[in-house]
């Protein structure tokens, strides 16, 4: 049992943990919001991440200027994508709902293959030293500062639907669409907003997993890994988002060291959610914090 | 998701049994019998080309057609459709070669062994509904993915398997005009199947599962039991379409069903009509011809302007997935009953010209 | 109505194009432009392009025009296969194939002996090596798969003889550890059994293999174990892409290993791109000297590359230049071909047994010396181990950080692989 090595494993899956806690809080946020599945939220970290290299390598602009830039640009898509395309799509089946996100997916990657080419581009390098010592593990400074920042998006998350007006709109929104209308909060804006914040919110977590490892068409699989930690969490509950994505990063960790200690299959790493997330359908078909549907004949 | 026809004038029918028949007329009776019979002497006038679209056509329309009868008649959702169609090219390369059964045997027994675990997976998805059906199959196709790539003694791993050409009575038929014959023999064989079982108590049952699950099982058809059927159902079509596929090719590897194919299926179903038998075989022939025209529109614009400016000719690979999607999302937003629906409302149209309604 | 008018339209393109195929060879070109290996596959690719128009240029093959279908497949083998189907027969068939992947070419082995169509191709697995089927490791017959450069199983080889001696030569004690990384795949696969055979021999010990996908990601965790394993020498089976990310992940860890790459898992832009963490990284090159130098043969390489880049200001990396010398192997052997017998497959292959140590014209000290025979297709086991060497920011263009010295690629070794009859075909 290396017990230092599985340390090192558990403190590196809570980092990228935080992370995959970001992109499902944004996933859950949507779903709240206009109960619309985005298979396109790995796109969306694509996308933030290429426009932030863009603007920062062809326009030679520093970091603390570009990156705000890149959220107003998501904040904008994120609407512009819920009027052009999702409006049409509202009172659909969940089938067709789904079958839009994904070819909004498919469409996004190849655009930015087609845009920006195929191989992995590098960021300028952003900090003074690119890493800090944690624990007794190297970890990248952008790691631990993506660490901060997923913890005070939490905090504000927490902070503006308990206590601001927005937010206390989008829950009543989610909650029952009529009633909100009936009380004049306005259901587009709601959705739109929705979109938006979510937009963005993944940008910030695109953007720090291209400052680590190069942007390239890998960040698109966040997406497909937001699944297994919103079904660990409950697709209605942004805490249990954020518990499902530390869970899913710890879990990854953990396969990796029982597999290159014992079993030496080699890629359990990437696998080994997809098994949990079965297990965990299996025995609790609504996740693990998630509400049961009480159908009412 | 099932749209009325207008039935013409006089046709009314007096038996059950005369209610209950494969096509609705006379007419398009023999139209059916005309084009199958139109079929079987294309081989003589369509080059290479044509003649390895149209098989592309027709394996992917049965495993589309099966997908069909999942997610368009029972209202379930499955993103891990190319995962039952990998294994039955699988499953068919196996038997042939490990256990030398010849391959016009080991095709059914493929889509029988695909079947299984169909049910396999069907048993724990009849619990789930929507969204969470839809996460769990996805992981279903990754998982079977690993599975094809480290089952060695199955799959042959990474590196994929030989499967050897169909094979009767010596001749071999491993050129693309005698092949054409074998995946039209199965085709209609597998549409006229299918259309028999939605005609059936089965298929009546399956359409009631997905219209009102609740009053169904409030009348006695059993949830369980047609969820699970219907996921066997379509794995054994995805088996055929599979094993079909593979003594065609006659190599077998993991690298050829991603979730991008599964995605595919779900388009083809789309576009051409969820619920709809006629549809499963316009919607997939749209998306086989779909890159052609691609690379079609590509070849024509290269050198012009356009292509300078965006690049054209590197990015087909590009242009090639973008189109799926884009044409995914047109159709959904725009014509969300289908290539069948839109069809159907031309025929109504002529049939009532010039009047309108 | 539209649609019927397009899919008409298509149809008499296609018959008009079958049509008009005069006196031409037809040469079939599989590309990686778009998948996982792209990134060494478009320069590789663009070479083999580039060189072939240059020879139509010159005259193509005794005055007959060279018409090459270049194809990209994806990475994809069962593309790749399909592809080939309507190579291989009939009125679309191929004189010859310049091929890539190791998945689809190990694959079509087969059906090119059985149609008769020299393979060329960019993997260099070392299964393709054996054309008679006599090798004791049971690979299969391959007598008309050719490649030029060292096989993968050699270069690995090579690198594991010039580790051991730079084990003592760093004063090392006991027994040095070897692992292999790479993706569950064949083209990393290839040389697996054969490297960790050799490091047995050698007196390594060989830790369990440790995976990573080709497509670049986060390997923070692979890493890690890494580190604990205590690794002193690791292959990276991988191609740059991929590879970039391991060398910046391991760097960021703090794993010390002397990394040994495969001759598609470092060039100069992978240099550029992992920065300082590919320092020290040692790897074969299949070229006796790389863009920039001053040889006969590199003056020939700047006239092809004007071919696609009339300003001559490109970089080209090390895969371009293999990419020529695959195609001039190829020209050369249809020159011989037209002596003797015409342009026909069997003929062709002939033409890859003419020369003993053999240059095409206008490539001396550019393509290495080559020999192919009717029981060895191991065309070279001299391998050239060079490493990299970068310091400092690489945020500039290529060219500017080779001229400034900041990516050097340094020749360190030259390792005669001995050409052991074991050793065939694995």
């Known amino acids: 049992m290396d017990t230092g090595l599985l340390l090192q494993l558990l403190i590196n899956g809570l980092i990228v943990g935080a992370l995959y806690g970001v992109v499902a809080m944004s996933f859950v946020l949507i779903y709240k919001a206009s109960r619309i599945v985005n298979f396109a939220q790995g796109e969306f970290l694509l996308i933030g991440a290429w426009t932030c290299w863009w603007l920062l390598t062809s326009w030679q602009l520093p970091f603390w200027i570009g990156f705000p830039i890149t959220l107003v640009f998501m904040l904008i898509f994120g609407i512009v994508l819920q009027i052009v395309v999702l409006r049409p799509m509202i009172g659909e089946p969940i089938i067709s709902v789904i079958m839009v996100t994904i070819g909004l997916s498919i469409v996004f990657q190849a655009l930015m293959k087609w845009m920006f080419g195929v191989f992995a581009k590098p960021f300028p390098p952003i ?34 639907f308990k206590y601001s007006r927005m937010g206390l709109a989008m829950r009543a929104t989610a909650f029952d669409q009529q009633v909100a209308q009936s009380l004049g909060i306005s259901v587009r804006q709601m959705f739109a907003m ?81 098994y949990v997330l079965i297990v965990i359908l299996m025995i609790k078909p609504y996740g693990l914090f998630g509400t049961k549907d009480i159908e009412r004949v | 998701m099932a749209t009325t026809t207008i039935i013409p004038c006089g046709d009314f029918k007096t038996t059950y049994a005369a209610d209950t028949t494969i096509f609705p007329t006379v007419t398009s009776r023999n139209v059916a019998i005309a084009s199958v019979l139109l079929l079987l002497v294309l081989p003589a006038f369509l080059d290479r080309f044509w003649l390895n679209q149209l098989i592309q056509i027709g394996y992917l329309g049965i495993a589309a057609l099966g997908l069909n009868i999942l997610v368009g008649f029972t209202g379930q959702i499955s993103i891990g459709h190319a995962a039952f169609f990998g294994f039955g090219a699988f499953a068919s390369a196996w038997l042939n070669n490990r256990w030398g059964i010849p391959v016009w045997a080991a095709i059914p027994l493929a889509g029988l062994m695909t079947t299984a675990v169909g049910m396999i997976f069907g048993v724990p998805a009849a619990r789930l509904k929507g969204l969470y059906l839809a996460i769990a199959t996805l992981a279903a196709q990754y998982i079977l993915q690993d599975f094809f790539a480290r089952a060695d003694w199955f799959t042959g791993g990474v590196a994929g398997t030989i499967a050897m050409p169909l094979e009767i009575f010596g001749f ?18 597998m549409y006229v199947l299918a259309t028999n079982l939605m005609r059936s108590r089965d298929g009546r049952a399956l359409v009631a599962v997905r219209d009102h699950y609740l009053s169904a099982e409030i009348m006695g058809i059993n949830l369980t039991k047609y969820r699970t059927m219907a996921f066997g159902i379509s794995a054994f079509y995805a088996g055929i379409g599979g094993a079909l596929y593979a003594h065609y090719l006659q190599f077998v590897s993991v690298e050829g069903f991603t979730i991008l194919f599964s995605i595919q299926f779900l388009g083809m179903i ?29 070849l024509s614009l290269s050198g012009t302007a356009i292509d300078q400016a965006l690049n054209l000719r590197e990015a087909i690979a590009f242009l090639r997935e973008m189109a799926i999607g884009i044409v995914i999302i047109l159709f959904l937003v725009f014509e969300p009953d289908g290539l069948a629906h839109r069809w159907k409302q031309i025929k109504a149209y002529w049939k009532l010209y010039p009047f309108s309604h | 109505m539209l649609k019927t008018a397009l899919l008409a339209t298509v149809a008499v393109l296609t018959i008009s194009g079958g049509a008009m195929a005069q006196q031409t060879i037809r040469v079939g070109h599989l ?36 018409a090459v279908e270049t194809v990209d497949y994806g990475y994809q083998a069962p593309r790749a296969i399909s592809q080939y189907k309507s190579w291989s027969a009939g009125a679309g068939k191929v004189a010859a194939i310049q091929g890539w992947g190791t998945a689809d070419t190990e694959a079509l082995t087969g059906f090119v002996s059985k149609d008769e ?19 004791t490791h049971g690979s299969k017959p391959s007598p008309y798969n050719f490649f030029y450069g060292p096989s993968y199983s050699d270069a690995l080889r090579a690198m594991l003889l010039w580790a051991a001696d730079d084990w003592k030569a760093k004063g090392g004690s006991g027994k040095p550890k070897y692992v292999h990384m790479g993706a569950n795949h064949p083209y990393p696969n290839a040389p697996k059994e054969a490297g960790e055979a050799l490091a047995k021999e050698l007196g390594f010990e060989v830790l369990p293999a440790v995976q990573f996908a080709l497509t670049p990601g986060d390997y923070t965790a692979q890493c890690l174990t890494l580190k604990q394993s205590g690794a002193n020498y690791a292959y990276l089976g991988n191609t740059a892409g991929s590879n970039i990310s391991v060398l910046k992940a391991c760097q960021t860890v703090g794993a010390s290993v002397q ?36 040889t006969p043969g590199m003056k020939t390489v700047k006239e092809i590359s004007k071919i696609s880049d009339a300003a001559g200001t ?16 190829m020209k050369e052997a249809m020159d011989w071909a037209v002596k003797n017998g015409g342009v026909t497959g069997p003929n062709i292959r002939k033409g890859m047994y003419q020369k003993k140590d053999w240059v095409p014209a206008g490539l001396d000290s550019v393509c290495v010396p080559s020999t192919w025979t009717d029981a060895d297709h191991r065309a070279t086991t001299q391998v050239n181990l060079y490493r990299a060497q970068v310091k400092g920011d690489t945020g500039a263009s290529v060219e500017e950080l080779v001229k400034s010295g900041a990516i050097k690629l340094e020749k360190i070794a030259t390792v005669d692989v001995p050409r052991k009859p074991e050793w065939l075909g694995w």
């Open chain 2, 270 to 298: 789309i576009i051409g009509g969820l619920g709809s038998i006629m549809g499963s075989l316009m919607g997939t022939a749209f998306m086989v011809l779909l890159p052609e025209l691609m690379q079609w529109i590509t």
């Open chain 1, 194 to 274: 929705s979109w938006a914040i979510s937009a963005m919110v993944s940008a910030v977590a695109g953007v720090v997993v291209g400052v680590v490892n190069g942007v390239s068409s890998a960040l698109s699989f966040f997406g497909i890994k937001v699944f297994p930690a919103v079904i660990l969490g409950g697709l209605d509950s942004i805490v249990g988002a954020v518990l499902g994505g530390l869970i899913v990063g710890l879990l990854e960790n953990v396969a990796h060291y029982v597999d290159s200690q014992w079993l030496n299959w080699g890629n359990m790493y990437e696998i080994a959610p997809f």
């Open chain 3, 259 to 294: 990394f040994l790459g495969n001759v598609w898992g470092m060039d100069e832009n992978a240099a550029k791109a992992a920065g300082t963490a590919a320092n020290g990284v040692v790897f074969p090159v299949r070229t006796a000297s790389i863009w920039g130098g001053d």
């Open chain 1, 127 to 160: 900090f003074a030293s690119p890493t800090m010592n944690v624990f007794g593990l190297d970890v990248q400074t952008v790691y631990v500062v993506s660490l901060v920042i997923s913890l005070l998006i939490m905090a504000g998350f927490g902070w503006f």
């Open chain 3, 314 to 329: 490109a970089y080209r990396p090390v895969h371009y230049v293999a990419g020529i010398c695959s195609a001039f192997y």
């Open chain 3, 117 to 135: 169509i020299p393979y060329y191709s960019g993997s260099y697995s070392g299964h393709l090596t054996d054309p008679a089927g006599k090798g």
């Open chain 2, 172 to 189: 071999a038929f491993d050129t693309d005009a005698s092949y054409f014959y074998v995946v039209l023999f199965y085709t209609v064989i």
């Open chain 3, 31 to 66: 590309a990686d432009q778009s998948g996982a290996t792209s990134d060494v596959g478009v320069p590789f690719g663009q070479g083999v392009a580039d060189a072939l128009a240059y020879l139509n240029k010159q005259g193509g093959v005794n005055g007959v025009q060279m």
